[in-house]
Structures are given as structure tokens and as C-alpha cells.
């Protein structure tokens, strides 16, 4: 009887957690639809840390960070010893190149 209330506690849990991750997806799928491409000119008038759509492909002169990616951020756990497991964050994120078109 634990045993069932325990993996019903569980599964609750990870429904919940996917609908949260679901509903903050769709959020930021929703703010980029909201936003028009910028282009080249109007990208120069835009304020820092202003949330902006651009068109363009990474430049092959932006190196590579790890195998095909040019940033990333990967995370791991480990367990030892029956300690609780430790978070490990590793993550580069260099400047990324971007060729625009001038239209």
C-alpha cells in the first residue's frame, strides 16, 4: 500500500513538473512569435538586454565549444558513497558571430 501511494506521489510529481515545463515553452514560444525580425540597421537602435528577433546564420569564424555546438551548458549528477549526489555545471558560452543580411 506505501509502496502504490509512493509511485502515485511520484507520478503526480512528474506530470506536474512536465505541464510547468510545457507551459514555460509554450510562454517562450509565444514571445518570439510576438517579435519581427530586425534587420541590420534597426538592430543598431536597439537598448541592451532588449529581447530582439534577427534572421542570419553563425559565422564560421565562431569556434566551436564542444563537438557541433558554439555554446552550451551541461549538467550532471554524481553519487558517492551514498552521500547525496553532487551538481556539476560545465558551460561555455563565447561570443557568437552573426552574419546578417543587410535587407
Same mark, same amino acid.
Given at each position: 500500500?506505501?509502496?502504490?501511494?509512493?509511485?502515485?506521489?511520484?507520478?503526480?510529481?512528474?506530470?506536474?513538473?512536465?505541464?510547468?515545463?510545457?507551459?514555460?515553452?509554450?510562454?517562450?514560444?509565444?514571445?518570439?512569435?510576438?517579435? @519581427?525580425?530586425?534587420?541590420?540597421?534597426?538592430?543598431?537602435?536597439?537598448?541592451?538586454?532588449? !529581447? %530582439? =528577433?534577427? +534572421?542570419?546564420?553563425? &559565422?564560421?569564424?565562431?569556434?566551436?565549444?564542444?563537438?557541433?555546438?558554439?555554446?552550451?551548458?551541461?549538467?550532471?549528477?554524481?553519487? @558517492?558513497?551514498?552521500?547525496?549526489?553532487?551538481?556539476?555545471?560545465?558551460?561555455?558560452?563565447? !561570443? %557568437? =558571430?552573426? +552574419?546578417?543580411?543587410? &535587407?
Amino acid at each position: 500500500m506505501i509502496g502504490g501511494l509512493l509511485l502515485m506521489l511520484v507520478g503526480g510529481l512528474v506530470a506536474v513538473t512536465s505541464v510547468f515545463q510545457a507551459y514555460t515553452a509554450a510562454q517562450a514560444s509565444a514571445q518570439v512569435e510576438r517579435l @519581427s525580425p530586425l534587420t541590420v540597421a534597426s538592430l543598431a537602435d536597439t537598448r541592451p538586454e532588449q !529581447t %530582439v =528577433l534577427i +534572421e542570419g546564420h553563425i &559565422s564560421p569564424s565562431t569556434p566551436i565549444q564542444f563537438q557541433h555546438f558554439v555554446a552550451y551548458i551541461r549538467e550532471s549528477k554524481a553519487n @558517492s558513497g551514498g552521500r547525496p549526489p553532487k551538481r556539476s555545471h560545465r558551460h561555455s558560452v563565447s !561570443t %557568437v =558571430l552573426m +552574419e546578417l543580411s543587410k &535587407s
